[in-house]
């Protein structure tokens, strides 16, 4: 393999099964995706970095994985210090972002849903901090949880440094794609799980986000409507029942759970956009605020959108109903 493109590698992830509905011709009018850098943006290098953990993260197993010679560094791995990467605005509006970029919980994809929604939200006025989470198929013990472990102490450290970057602790959102869409919806449904011993003052502040969105978000591990190559990596090869049920984000909303903002591409051949109509309809089942874009073309891992698109709206929609709950 000569060159890396993000909607390959979730492909790997298996067949997916589509209904008669979504399994629809693209139009060809749908934009490719542009090839993914062969550096890190110099935006990501130069900002600051917030280790999550005081020492070594919970848990022990983790074994580094041997990377292809030519794998592009944007794609994030071998993930044993998860750490935040806080991008500033010149003009704060008070509010933090927590965002959590996909990669089928393979890798981290740092430029198209790292410092590229860092940018357009930072022009906003937020303080955006782009989480690195530990990888649960790198030899982690208790999987499933590590990712988890992860996103809550990132709420809770952004809660406890409110003052220094001046924003409200009340007020932390958190923002997924595809299998970070995953981590945002089971942060947002679990928050409140003990996931890890408590270690200092941060872990007695509360891991719930103020607001949650998911954009083209695996939700379900149920097999007929997941992304397999993320379930794999997640939860195993052959996991029990329970454990599927555990981590379907869909299976666990309840009156706590926070709003929910919601986009996906009708044509998305790698994550079935059954992932946020189920979500959408447990929200709705348990009556709680929920807004939800379902645009016709974008595929997959369209980031923060084609220009002269529909996806390429969905951040002003986005931060205007982020407003509106204020």
């Known amino acids: ?49 917030i280790p999550l953990w005081p020492g070594k993260p919970p848990g022990t197993g983790f074994k580094a994985q041997t990377l292809p010679a030519d794998w592009t560094p944007v794609f994030l791995r071998n993930v044993s210090t998860p750490d935040l ?121 509360s891991a719930r986000p103020f607001a949650t969105a998911l954009i083209y978000p695996v939700i379900t591990m149920e097999k007929r409507w997941t992304h397999e190559k993320s379930r794999n990596l997640l939860l195993g090869e052959a996991p029990t029942e329970a454990e599927v049920q555990r981590r379907s984000a869909e299976r666990h909303v309840d009156g706590n759970t926070p709003p929910v903002f919601i986009v996906h591409a009708m044509d998305d051949d790698a994550v079935p956009v059954e992932n946020s109509l189920r979500m959408m309809n447990a929200l709705r089942e348990a009556k709680r605020p929920v807004e939800a874009h379902l645009i016709q073309e974008g595929g997959h891992a369209f980031g923060v959108g084609y220009p002269n698109t529909a996806s390429a709206h969905w951040i002003e929609l986005f931060s205007t109903w982020l407003a509106r709950l204020s």
């Open 1 to 49: 393999m000569t060159r890396f493109d993000r909607r390959d590698f979730l492909a790997l992830g298996g067949a997916l099964v589509l209904t008669q509905a979504t399994a629809q011709e693209k139009p060809a009018s749908t934009p490719a995706p542009p090839p993914p850098p062969k550096v890190l943006p110099e935006a990501w290098l130069k900002a600051p970095s």
């Open 85 to 205: 990467r806080v991008f500033r605005p010149d003009r704060p509006n008070g509010r933090a972002l927590l965002v959590v970029p996909g990669g089928a919980y393979w890798f981290v994809s740092a430029a198209n849903e790292g410092v590229d929604l860092a940018s357009r939200m930072t022009a906003r006025g937020f303080t955006v901090f782009v989480l690195t989470y530990r990888l649960p198929g790198e030899g982690w013990e208790h999987r499933a949880d590590v990712p988890l472990q992860d996103a809550q102490r990132a709420i809770r450290v952004i809660r406890s440094q409110a003052a220094r970057y001046g924003i409200d602790g009340t007020k932390v959102s958190v923002l997924g794609f595809s299998a970070g869409g995953h981590l945002a919806a089971t942060l947002a449904t679990d928050h409140a799980a003990t996931t890890y011993a408590k270690i200092d003052a941060a872990d007695e502040l």
